[in-house]
């Protein structure tokens, strides 16, 4: 079975709600989940799992500065992320608040980990996205991108992907 860390920070608990969801949709995916907030995640956390999926409300354009610190501090670990595979999703209080460009800060933390990255080409492309408290189609997003993350991640590891 393949594992996924999934990582986030909250204030308002609209972030962990979205993490909760993905990690339910993963487990029906049959993937191993563990869900933990980014005040309790040291970086030794990220070298355990196949996948890693973090999370973050967007402030200002960008990653809340927990989430920040956790990846500055991942930096000891450079080379040793190479080929897992990473994911994001966030939370806004507006539909133009900077949803992509945090997904994008993250992601590409990501890939200078040398990570890969899924997309999903016919739901939130980056990854899952909530305006406010997550509402139906924030939890059709994060549906969406569990099942391709599970089916890549499975792919990745050389498990036979069942439709």
Partial sequence: MVSVLIVYYTKSGNTREMAN?????LRDEDV???VRDVRDTTPEYLLDYDGIIL???TY?????????ELIDKSVKYHGELSGKLGGAFTSSAYIGGGNETTLLSILKAMLIHGMVIVGVHNADHYGPVSIGSPDDR???QCRAYAKKYAETLKSLKGFDIVE
């Fill in 60 to 68: 200002y354009g960008d990653m809340a500065a927990e989430m920040k």
């Fill in 138 to 140: 924030a939890e059709k």
């Fill in 55 to 57: 999370g973050s409300p």
């Fill in 21 to 25: 969801m993905l990690a339910t949709y």
């Fill in 32 to 34: 191993d989940v563990e």
